[in-house]
């Protein structure tokens, strides 16, 4: 009997092990679960050698450098427009139609109004050419007027010099005798003949002044027929009107259609389908047969962030409308001396570009690099912490020995940060272990934390 119950008392003891190892195992993983339960969730990365990229993104669009304008006269009766703005044409093809009858009446008028100039220009040329003769005739007749007194001066002095005779001295003759003598024949008198040689020299220096004066206005009156020579070449009323005739004429053989005279993209258009012309510009053709221009408003922010080590870079719709970047060679940034500016007088980036990469008018971005230099240790900017204004740390998982095994912490390491932008910090220190991306829960120094299931 008592063999008996001692076995019954082992099978009870062992059945007591069994049920407190069994709970001690129970507890265990309860204890684990609630622990691992309040531990934070948390993903890693290692640190990388990169370069920190600033960019910066603008929106801008295509212009032309150049534009070709094409002009019709006033009175033309519009019957069609068949393009728009922003539309690319060739040479030759149809900008609009017009009226023929209004046509060939504006032909007409201008016909009249050239024959009209023609016949302006040609009296204002004679005329001045008959003022010029009048005033070449004139001077002609001061001239000799002039010379004819001269020479009537001259004549005068020498009839006197050949008439009168110098006495050789004082004769010993009475004064009955002279008084005869004198009758006889003239005596020469120093004193009129001075007088007359006086004479000649003065009406010498008069025919003189009178050559200088009569051809300066001769000079003036010739100069007078250039000048409105001149003056009708300057105002080019004549080429005008041909250049209208030639182009209306041009029109009205092609049975009214004005057609494009360059290859290009319509810029402005000044015509409407149902009304008259106005005198001046019809059409604006952005040339782009060789290069246009981006443009885009440059806050001035970012002006002093563009240098010329960023990387630019284009995007936006080809010719075929597919979507094409287009990295920059060059690009200038306007400052704030007024050169380069928009119409509100801000900043704004440009760049040649080639004509034949996107169409004028169209809209583009461009995106602004500034790619640092190489930095041995850059992390993720999510893994960046601060303290005050300017102490900087990040979170390292360690591993460390406890009661029920190895646990993850998270520890706080200080770094100074070098450079950083939306996506990447980099820290003068060199990172080796698992930095600390994200966490489910807030974190400090020695945090126990556990690895995001993948």
Same mark, same amino acid.
């Given at each position: 009997?008592?063999?008996?119950?001692?076995?019954?008392?082992?099978?009870?003891?062992?059945?007591? %092990?069994?049920?407190?190892?069994?709970?001690?195992?129970?507890?265990?993983?309860?204890?684990?679960?609630?622990?691992?339960?309040?531990? %934070?969730?948390?993903?890693?990365?290692?640190?990388?050698?990169q370069k920190i990229s600033h960019e910066i993104s603008l929106n801008g669009s295509v212009e032309a450098k150049n534009y070709v304008l094409q002009y019709v006269t006033s009175g033309l009766m519009v019957t069609g427009v068949q393009v728009s703005p922003g539309q690319q044409v060739e040479a030759g093809d149809?900008?609009?139609?017009?009226?023929?009858?209004?046509?060939?009446?504006?032909?007409?008028?201008?016909?009249?109004?050239?024959?009209?100039?023609?016949?302006?220009?040609?009296?204002?040329?004679?005329?001045?050419?008959?003022?010029?003769?009048?005033?070449?005739?004139?001077?002609?007749?001061?001239?000799?007027?002039?010379?004819?007194?001269?020479?009537? %001066?001259?004549?005068? #002095?020498?009839?006197?010099?050949?008439?009168?005779?110098?006495?050789?001295?004082?004769?010993?003759?009475?004064?009955?005798?002279?008084?005869?003598?004198?009758k006889a024949a003239s005596v020469y008198d120093e004193t009129v003949a001075k007088e007359l040689e006086n004479a000649v020299e003065s009406e010498k220096s008069a025919y003189a002044a009178v050559v200088r004066e009569q051809e300066k206005q001769i000079?003036? %009156?010739?100069?007078?027929v250039q000048r409105t020579k001149e003056d009708l070449n300057l105002s080019q009323d004549a080429d005008t009107l041909e250049e209208q005739l030639k182009n209306l004429r041009a029109c009205a053989e092609n049975g009214g259609v004005y057609r494009a005279e360059y290859t290009g993209v319509v810029g402005q258009l000044n015509v409407t389908a149902g009304t008259e012309t106005a005198e001046g510009i019809a059409v604006m053709l952005a040339d782009a047969a060789e290069?246009?221009?981006?443009?885009?408003?440059?806050?001035?922010?970012?002006?002093?962030?563009?240098?010329?080590?960023?990387?630019?870079?284009?995007?936006?719709?080809?010719?075929?409308?597919?979507?094409?970047? #287009?990295?920059?060679?060059?690009?200038?940034?306007?400052?704030?001396?007024?050169?380069?500016?928009?119409?509100?007088?801000?900043?704004?980036?440009?760049?040649?570009?080639?004509?034949?990469l996107y169409p004028v008018g169209t809209k583009i971005t461009v995106t602004v690099d500034n790619r640092s230099d190489t930095f041995d240790c850059c992390l993720p900017l999510s893994s960046l912490h601060q303290k005050g204004s300017s102490q900087y740390f990040i979170y390292v998982m360690e591993k460390e020995d406890a009661v029920m095994g190895t646990e993850l912490t998270a520890k706080e390491v200080p770094v100074t940060v070098l450079d950083m932008n939306e996506q990447y910090v980099a820290v003068d220190e060199m990172i080796s272990g698992d930095v600390i991306v994200s966490s489910d829960k807030d974190i400090t120094d020695g945090s126990r934390v556990r690895l995001e299931e993948e």
């Open positions: 009997m008592s063999e008996r119950t001692e076995k019954m008392k082992q099978k009870q003891w062992v059945q007591i %092990a069994a049920v407190f190892f069994g709970l001690m195992i129970v507890l265990t993983i309860c204890s684990r679960a609630a622990s691992s339960a309040v531990k %934070a969730r948390v993903t890693v990365t290692r640190a990388s050698r149809v900008i609009f139609t017009v009226d023929m009858q209004k046509l060939q009446e504006s032909i007409a008028s201008i016909e009249t109004e050239r024959n009209r100039v023609d016949e302006k220009e040609r009296l204002s040329v004679s005329r001045a050419e008959a003022a010029y003769q009048d005033v070449k005739a004139n001077a002609e007749e001061e001239k000799a007027r002039a010379y004819q007194t001269y020479e009537k %001066a001259v004549a005068e #002095y020498q009839n006197y010099i050949n008439t009168h005779k110098k006495t050789a001295g004082v004769s010993a003759e009475s004064t009955e005798e002279r008084t005869m003598n004198e000079s003036a %009156a010739a100069d007078a290069t246009v221009r981006f443009v885009a408003e440059l806050p001035e922010e970012y002006v002093d962030e563009i240098s010329g080590d960023s990387v630019i870079t284009l995007h936006g719709k080809n010719m075929s409308g597919i979507q094409e970047d #287009y990295e920059l060679s060059s690009a200038t940034v306007s400052g704030n001396d007024g050169s380069e500016t928009d119409a509100s007088g801000g900043c704004r980036l440009t760049a040649d570009i080639p004509g034949d």
